[in-house]
């Protein structure tokens, strides 16, 4: 008889990628989360040579409650037209949604998932990431293309040396 030795694998939805920050990006994000009493939104501003690297946040106009957020459509397009006149391609600020939830608890919303899919079902991968007051997280990257699938994300802050 042939005993094999059972392994034990982690679905994919289970691997820890990580989304970074700079120390300035996660400052930022912080203020945010503390500057009132509502959910506020706004899009990562990635390096282009790591596009979970979050170097920067930058902010839409919208209208914010304690539960939901709503960015002006004008204000996105906007952001699309500064961003590319500075030279960034859309994986450099158009796939990271990064937004607050001013309660103890970072799990999405019905109302987050369908933000998440407006934003980014016809884009080939996004990532959704939610900082919460008692600084719970929750980060997902989803791939549109190919075997869809998404990873949850954990936050790190990069502190680059030199």
Known sequence: MIAFKRTHLRPLNQTQAKLCFTPYAWAKLR??????PTEVGGFGIC???????????????????????DFD???????????????????????VWIHTHPTDSAKPSMV????????????????????SQDDSTYGRLR??????????LKPFVYYATG
């Open 31 to 36: 203020y945010l989360r503390d500057v009132g």
């Open 73 to 95: 459509d004008e204000s996105i397009a906007d952001l699309f037209t500064r961003q590319i006149e500075a030279g960034r391609a859309p994986d450099q600020f158009a796939r």
């Open 112 to 131: 987050d998932e369908e933000t998440f899919d407006r934003l980014f079902l016809a884009s080939d991968w996004g990532a959704m990431f939610i900082l």
């Open 47 to 69: 390096d282009s040579n790591n596009p979970l690297l979050v170097k920067d946040i930058e902010l839409v106009k919208q209208a914010c409650t304690m539960t939901t957020l």
């Open 143 to 152: 791939f549109n293309v190919g075997p869809r699938t998404s990873i949850r």
